[in-house]
C-alpha cells in the first residue's frame, strides 16, 4: 500500500462544519465473466440516480451535502459517464461523491485512468508496471470512484482499486485472482484545512505478512500531524458486507482509536464511516447467515457521545470499545448527518459531536421521503 497525497480546492467557511450522507443501497450481484456484475444494472441506476436528483435539488438544508457515499459494487458500469456527468453539471461545488462501481477487466481500468491521466498519475503508472511484468489483462478488477466537484466548479476523477477480494471472491482460484490495488489517495483540501481517505470494504483490516493497511494510515497520519499539525480527519469505508461487524472489523476499530502501542495523534480525532448495501442486497455463492446494512459513524469517545437507542439508529461504544458509535438500522435508508465541529466536547458550548439531521426512506414511486419524529421513535433498535 502506498499512499499519495492529492491536494484540492475544496472550501468550506470557518466554523462550519462537514454535512454527510450514507446512502445504504441495495445491490445484486452475480459471477460474470470479469468478476462480479450487477444483475439489474437498469433497476441498480435508477436507485442511484434517484439519489443523485434528491442531491441535486438540495432541498432544505440538502444543498449544504459535502460528502455524498455510496457502497461497494452499487453503480453498473454503463452508466459511469452518465453519473460523472450528472455530478458535474448539477452537484453543487465543494461535494465529493464515492461510489463503488461494477467489476472490469485491468486492462479496461487502465483506459479509464488514461481519460484522467493528470488525477490518476500514480495508479496508472502502477497499473502500467503490472501489465508490463505478466499476461494480467484480464484480471478482474474491484474499484470506487471519488468525484470531486471544486470550489471551482471543476471535476476531478480519481480511481482507486481495492487491495483485497471482495467478499464474493473468496473462493478457491478463478476468483482469488484479483488485481491488487497499490496505490491510496490522501486527500488534502485546500484553503480549507481538512483531509481524508476512502477504502473499500475489506481494505480495512487488510494486512500480509509485512505490513497492514490500516497501519500505513496511522504512519502517514502521525506524520501528517507531526510536520503540519494537521490530521487525518475522515476515513470513508464503503462495503458489500454481509458481516459489517465481524470480529475483524472490531479488531482494527480497537486499534485505530485505542493507542495501547504507541500514542496516534494523526488518528485520535478521524472519523470513520462505514458506508454499507442494506439488507436486500444479493451476492451469488453467499454462504451462510449474511446481515447486510449496520452502515456507522464511528468517533473516538473523548467526544463523548450519549448512548441512546431509536427504531432506526442507535448510539453505543461497539462493546466496549474506547470510541463512541452511531450505528445504523438495515434497510434501504439515506442518512443524513454533520461531522463534529470541534475534536473533543468544547466546555463552553452544548454541541453534540454528531447530529442526525434527516433520514430519508424510499416510497414505492422511487422517491424519497424524509422520516418524521414520529416514525424515528418507533419500533426496537437496530440489531445485529
Not at 487488510?206 to 494537521?230: K, P, V
Amino acid at each position: 500500500m502506498r499512499i499519495v497525497e492529492k491536494e484540492i480546492a475544496f472550501e468550506i467557511p470557518r466554523g462550519h462544519h462537514q454535512h454527510v450522507m450514507i446512502a445504504q443501497l441495495p445491490t445484486r450481484v452475480e459471477i460474470g465473466d470479469v468478476g462480479f456484475r450487477i444483475s439489474a444494472p437498469e433497476e441498480q441506476w435508477a436507485q442511484v440516480h434517484s439519489v443523485l436528483d434528491l442531491v441535486a435539488a438540495g432541498a432544505g438544508n440538502l444543498k449544504k451535502l459535502h460528502f455524498l457515499l455510496f457502497p461497494e459494487t452499487i453503480l453498473p458500469l454503463q452508466f459511469l459517464d452518465a453519473a460523472l456527468t450528472r455530478i458535474a453539471e448539477e452537484f453543487r461545488e465543494n461535494t465529493v461523491t464515492v461510489f463503488g462501481v461494477e467489476h472490469l477487466r485491468l486492462a479496461d481500468y487502465r483506459t479509464l485512468l488514461e481519460r484522467w491521466p493528470e488525477d490518476n498519475a500514480e495508479a496508472l503508472a502502477s497499473v502500467l508496471d503490472d501489465l508490463d511484468a505478466g499476461n494480467v489483462d484480464d484480471v478482474p478488477v474491484n474499484w470506487c470512484v471519488i468525484a470531486v466537484k471544486e470550489s471551482s466548479g471543476r471535476l476531478r476523477v480519481f480511481l482507486e482499486a481495492k487491495s483485497h477480494p471482495f467478499f464474493g471472491e473468496e473462493t478457491v482460484d478463478p476468483f482469488h485472482d484479483l488485481y491488487r490495488g497499490k496505490i491510496f489517495p490522501l486527500f488534502r483540501c485546500r484553503p480549507t484545512c481538512f483531509n481524508f481517505m476512502t477504502l473499500i470494504c475489506l481494505d480495512y483490516i487488510y494486512r500480509d505478512l509485512y505490513a497492514s493497511n490500516i497501519s500505513t494510515i496511522i504512519e502517514r497520519a502521525n506524520e501528517l500531524f507531526f510536520e503540519t499539525r494537521q490530521r487525518l480527519d475522515l476515513l470513508a469505508v464503503i462495503q458489500c458486507n454481509p458481516k459489517p461487524e465481524h470480529q475483524a472489523f472490531r479488531d482494527v476499530v480497537n486499534g485505530f482509536y485505542g493507542e495501547y502501542l504507541s500514542y496516534t495523534p494523526g488518528v485520535r480525532d478521524t472519523v470513520t464511516l462505514f458506508c454499507n448495501t442494506s439488507d436486500e442486497s444479493q451476492c451469488q455463492g453467499l454462504r451462510g447467515d449474511a446481515h447486510f446494512g449496520h452502515s456507522a459513524a464511528v468517533i473516538h469517545r473523548s467526544h463523548k457521545l450519549e448512548k441512546m437507542e431509536q427504531g432506526e439508529f442507535s448510539s453505543d461504544d461497539f462493546g466496549g470499545l474506547p470510541i463512541c458509535r452511531l450505528r445504523f438500522g438495515n434497510q434501504t435508508r439515506l442518512y443524513y448527518f454533520n461531522l463534529p465541529l470541534f475534536h473533543e466536547l468544547d466546555p463552553r458550548t452544548t454541541r453534540v459531536p454528531l447530529k442526525l439531521h434527516s433520514i430519508f426512506r424510499q416510497g414505492a414511486d422511487g422517491s424519497w421521503r424524509q422520516l418524521l419524529e414520529k416514525d424515528l421513535s418507533s419500533g426496537p433498535a437496530p440489531t445485529a
